[in-house]
Every structure is written in C-alpha cells, then in structure tokens.
C-alpha cells in the first residue's frame, strides 16, 4: 500500500504520484461526475492501497451491468502496468481503496489481494445464510474467507494438505480440517476451491448437498477429468468460475475488515527476496500469506 504524496513516508506507507485529474476516455456524465467526487474526496498524505483491478472502460456492456471484472479493456496491477514488486507507483485514483486504520501496513497487504479474491470467490459460492462452507486449499484467500463466513455464521470445514494449514485453519474457528481428497463431516451447502488443483473439482461436487454451487477461485487450473452427470451435478449442484474481482467487491470487503478485526497470518520478506517468497510459496512453505517488505 502507499500514502499519496505528502513530503516523506514512514514504514511501508510509500509514496505515489497523484494521478492526472482528466480521464481522456470518454464516460457516462454520472459515472463521471462520481469518479470525480471519489477523486477529490482523497486527500495528501492519506494511506491508500493499490489492488489488482486499475482500469476498466466503463461503458461496455459488462461494465454497464455491474461486471466490471469481465470488461474486456480491464488492466491489472502487475500485469498490464508496473507497481506490484515495487517501492514507488502511480495508480488510478478511481481504483485505489481507503484502508482500515485497525491493521498496520503488514497486515493490510494481504486484504487488498488475497482478502479481496477470497471475498469475490465467497459471494460466487451463493453459501446461504449459516449454511456449510468447504474450503479446498488453504493458502493466503482462504485463511481469511473463512474468518468472514464464520462472522457471517457458517460452519465451515477445510480439505488441505499440508498439516499446519489445517492447524491454522481449526484455530481461526473451522469446524473441522481433514486432507483434500477426504470427505467433509457433513454435506456442503457451498464450496470453494482455491487450490489450482482440477483433480479436486469432482471431489467438491460430490460433496455438495443438493442445490449446492462450487466455486473454483484460481486464475489457473490443471485438467479436470471427466465428471458423471448424476454423481457430480444433478439435483441442481452448480460449478462456478470466479474471474478478478469488481471494485465494489473490494470496498464490501474492506468495509467488513473495518468492523471486524481479522486476524491476517503472514510470512514477510524483503522485496530483494521475492523470488525465495515465490519459490515458498510454490513449495507449500508459506503459512497464510506472504508479504513482500521493502
């Protein structure tokens, strides 16, 4: 996260040029009007965080609906413009978000990621009110989806491998944590799976009761194998993909962190280290979410 310009920084509040005032594309007049108020409502030296989603056109046919994560012009942090591994950015001012004074800097980078797609793949989920949520995986997203679908009233059970996922997990309040392939205790209203793991999509579907949806949060998926129409998706279970995240997505979710402290486990490392964290990562060495310190 950074603060917007304001002499020097302290910590990991790094600062960013304001950016330009006119958007050269053109917009619908509220829309405008509305961008322009978020605009000038920021004002120096504030703590700001800079998320995945940095543009879209706003007037496409998924924008126009509220789907702005599937507009076709939308740019991604890291992806289509520098910022995500750095000490200095410049970022949209419609797309930045205001950040909860409770959390320090450490804590709050994981939510403007991890904690904003683990929110998307929770509403995708379609998990009713105090229903059964199986989480599969259980990495950075997870760890705190979990923490808003038990503040919301689900009994929630984790299928992960690795051991201390699955003692984190019954210490952040899961009613249960078992291996992946394992079966829940009990029927599952609702299910995401945040590991990239396609062998595991009939496994979650098997282990929805009727009327269930799966959602499969991961930008990437290995192969899935062949599903069987009356084990995996009759008596209307649903498989859902979940594609970025809108910006409303990301100010819910950070409304909610304000009114309840989560508790956000992270692995730090110096920006020098990033590709030790990426390698941790990958090798199942990170407990939660690492965070890159610059």
Known sequence: MWRLPHGSARGRGRPARAPPQRDPRPRDRRRGRRARRRRRGLQL?????????????????????GAENLCPESRYTGWDADGGYAEYTVAPAAYVYRLPDRYSDVEVAPLLCAGIIGFRALRRADLPPGGRLGVYGFGASAHLAIQVAIAQGARVHVLTRA??????????????????????PEPLDAAILFAPVGTLVPVALAAL???????????????IPSLNYEKHLFQ????????????EDGRDFLTFAANHRLRVTVTPY???????????????RVNGAAVLLP
């Open 45 to 65: 030296g504030e703590r700001v965080g800079v998320a995945w989603l940095r543009h879209t056109d706003g007037t496409c046919p998924y924008c126009m609906r």
């Open 163 to 184: 051991a201390a996922a699955r003692e984190l997990a019954l210490d952040l309040g899961a009613a249960s944590a078992g291996g992946a392939y394992d079966p829940p």
């Open 209 to 223: 009761d009727r009327g269930g949806t799966l959602a499969v949060a991961g930008v990437t998926l290995t192969d």
């Open 236 to 247: 209307e279970r649903e498989l859902r993909s979940v594609t970025a995240n809108t910006r």
């Open 270 to 284: 110096p920006l020098t280290a990033a590709d030790t964290a990426l390698a941790d990562l990958a090798g199942d």
